[in-house]
């Protein structure tokens, strides 16, 4: 921990009061810092750089330096021995940041009761970053896609094409995958991964995403995953669909002499329909629920999922109002009637928005909380009871949100968080920590 100093020789002196010697953590003063590790045996260092020269201007800003990560000593290997397969996922992830993050700011700062964290990331120079920041244009692609999304949404994300070296749900979801698929053979490694990469790569050409609420607070109702991707070429989304599922089941089939293949259950029916006149893909996972579930509860978990193809979209919707909500998604597309962005929500973001962003998310917690309520396969009496314990809380105004822009060849953005929610948060948090002391046995 670096502790700025006015006055060096005052905190020298505090350092030698004998009860301080005992109680405070080793240190080392310098001309206007002090160096304080504490519990831990403090490393000599002949001197600190304090001369870091800062982007950011606000007055608490953490730094992150990249490119300086030494990975063989994060994760350290014995001499001749690979690293597992299980991590291969996550160590291609932060040497993909290494190679093209120089360093990271993430400025902290109260605006009037929100918080704020202004976040700037410079690349590495020459690398596949800097060279995607420089090429960058703008355009109104994540609004565009958002526009077809419905308005009740607890949560929403768009962004232009991702941008490499920079983590993502691109390299998010590959990593969590790489992590499952390392219980498989290594043919089937290979092959759920390269499907895998290429659905991926399909999807991160521009995307719009959302969680559905419900209107009603204490009402149990249906929440959906709603997506829109832009997409080059129809044909390769279609088979490259195809493609993961088959080596999904493939995988499945072949993992503990096939014990899960009665047990994960998936059905893909291709074109399954036309909904006006635009083709949809029907999919479906089952998964028993296990015991003997409670009176009024699913038996298993159903997953229903439509893929609708336009020549540059592709729309995926996930959820018990799957269809419904392809339905809404591809009438909006085919009008040009907007959704999402004509809402009271989005009218409130757009204001903080730059003219030039390049990426978006906005999410309320309250909201989010009552969707995963209604996703949980419970009884529907629990999920009342749930909704009525979630609306004793006072509704925050305002939203969480964040956006991304370039400026200067770097990568800005910025995190809000408005007072209601954390307030939201804290009441949370209380009564959380009074229940769990109510119930405690002496």
């Given at each position: 921990?670096?502790?700025?100093?006015?006055?060096?020789?005052?905190?020298?002196?505090?350092?030698?009061?004998?009860?301080?010697?005992?109680?405070?953590?080793?240190?080392?003063?310098?001309?206007?810092?002090?160096?304080?590790?504490?519990?831990?045996?403090?490393?000599?260092?002949?001197?600190?750089?304090?001369?870091?020269?800062?982007?950011?201007?606000?007055?608490?800003?953490?730094?992150?330096?990249?490119?300086?990560?030494?990975?063989?000593?994060?994760?350290?290997?014995?001499?001749?021995?690979?690293?597992?397969?299980?991590?291969?996922?996550?160590?291609?992830?932060?040497?993909?940041?290494?190679?093209?993050?120089?360093?990271?700011?993430?400025?902290?700062?109260?605006?009037?009761?929100?918080?704020?964290?202004?976040?700037?990331?410079?690349?590495?120079?020459?690398?596949?970053?800097?060279?995607?920041?420089?090429?960058?244009?703008?355009?109104?692609?994540?609004?565009?896609?958002?526009?077809?999304?419905?308005?009740?949404?607890?949560?929403?994300?768009?962004?232009?094409?991702?941008?490499?070296?920079?983590?993502?749900?691109?390299?998010?979801?590959?990593?969590?995958?790489?992590?499952?698929?390392?219980?498989?053979?290594?043919?089937?490694?290979?092959?759920?991964?390269?499907?895998?990469?290429?659905?991926?790569?399909?999807?991160?050409?521009?995307?719009?995403?959302?969680?559905?609420?419900?209107?009603?607070?204490?009402?149990?109702?249906?929440?959906?995953?709603?997506?829109?991707?832009?997409?080059?070429?129809?044909?390769?989304?279609?088979?490259?669909?195809?493609?993961?599922?088959?080596?999904?089941?493939?995988?499945?089939?072949?993992?503990?002499?096939?014990?899960?293949?009665?047990?994960?259950?998936?059905?893909?029916?291709?074109?399954?329909?036309?909904?006006?006149?635009?083709?949809?893909?029907?999919?479906?996972?089952?998964?028993?629920?296990?015991?003997?579930?409670?009176?009024?509860?699913?038996?298993?978990?159903?997953?229903?999922?439509?893929?609708?193809?336009?020549?540059?979209?592709?729309?995926?919707?996930?959820?018990?109002?799957?269809?419904?909500?392809m339905v809404g998604i591809i009438s909006r597309i085919q009008t040009g009637k907007p959704g999402f962005t004509s809402g009271k929500r989005f009218a409130a973001l757009r204001t903080g928005l730059p003219m030039d962003v390049r990426g978006f998310e906005t999410l309320d917690l309250p909201d989010l909380c009552r969707a995963g309520i209604n996703l949980v396969p419970i009884a529907r009496e629990d999920k009342i009871t749930g909704l009525r314990?979630?609306?004793?809380?006072?509704?925050?105004?305002?939203?969480?949100?964040?956006?991304?822009?370039?400026?200067?060849?770097?990568?800005?953005?910025?995190?809000?968080?408005?007072?209601?929610?954390?307030?939201?948060?804290?009441?949370?948090?209380?009564?959380?920590?009074?229940?769990?002391?109510?119930?405690?046995?002496?």
């Amino acid at each position: 921990l670096l502790v700025p100093l006015t006055d060096a020789g005052q905190f020298r002196a505090f350092l030698a009061t004998p009860s301080v010697q005992k109680t405070f953590p080793p240190s080392q003063v310098f001309e206007q810092y002090a160096l304080v590790k504490p519990g831990v045996d403090l490393p000599q260092y002949t001197g600190v750089n304090i001369d870091l020269s800062l982007v950011s201007k606000r007055d608490v800003v953490l730094v992150t330096q990249p490119a300086a990560l030494d990975l063989k000593k994060l994760i350290p290997m014995p001499s001749g021995q690979t690293l597992p397969f299980s991590l291969a996922p996550i160590m291609r992830v932060l040497e993909d940041i290494k190679a093209n993050q120089q360093r990271a700011e993430c400025g902290l700062a109260m605006v009037g009761e929100d918080l704020s964290a202004e976040t700037i990331t410079t690349p590495v120079p020459g690398s596949p970053l800097q060279k995607s920041l420089t090429a960058v244009r703008p355009s109104t692609l994540p609004l565009d896609l958002a526009a077809y999304l419905p308005e009740n949404l607890a949560y929403c994300g768009a962004s232009e094409p991702a941008l490499e070296g920079m983590p993502g749900m691109g390299s998010l979801i590959p990593m969590v995958f790489g992590i499952a698929a390392s219980f498989l053979d290594g043919e089937h490694q290979r092959g759920l991964l390269m499907r895998m990469n290429a659905l991926t790569k399909q999807c991160s050409q521009g995307r719009a995403i959302g969680l559905t609420v419900p209107a009603s607070a204490l009402t149990p109702g249906q929440s959906t995953l709603v997506a829109v991707y832009h997409i080059d070429n129809t044909n390769e989304a279609t088979a490259n669909v195809m493609n993961f599922v088959n080596e999904f089941i493939r995988g499945r089939d072949s993992l503990f002499g096939g014990a899960l293949t009665n047990v994960i259950k998936v059905f893909h029916k291709p074109a399954y329909e036309k909904i006006a006149g635009v083709p949809v893909d029907l999919l479906k996972i089952v998964i028993p629920m296990p015991g003997q579930p409670k009176a009024g509860a699913a038996q298993a978990i159903t997953i229903e999922a439509h893929i609708g193809y336009f020549a540059d979209k592709m729309v995926f919707t996930a959820g018990e109002g799957s269809r419904e909500q392809m339905v809404g998604i591809i009438s909006r597309i085919q009008t040009g009637k907007p959704g999402f962005t004509s809402g009271k929500r989005f009218a409130a973001l757009r204001t903080g928005l730059p003219m030039d962003v390049r990426g978006f998310e906005t999410l309320d917690l309250p909201d989010l909380c009552r969707a995963g309520i209604n996703l949980v396969p419970i009884a529907r009496e629990d999920k009342i009871t749930g909704l009525r314990m979630l609306g004793i809380f006072p509704a925050p105004t305002g939203v969480i949100s964040t956006y991304q822009t370039v400026s200067d060849g770097r990568l800005l953005g910025e995190v809000r968080v408005p007072a209601g929610q954390l307030d939201f948060v804290s009441s949370m948090i209380k009564a959380l920590l009074a229940r769990r002391n109510a119930t405690k046995t002496p």
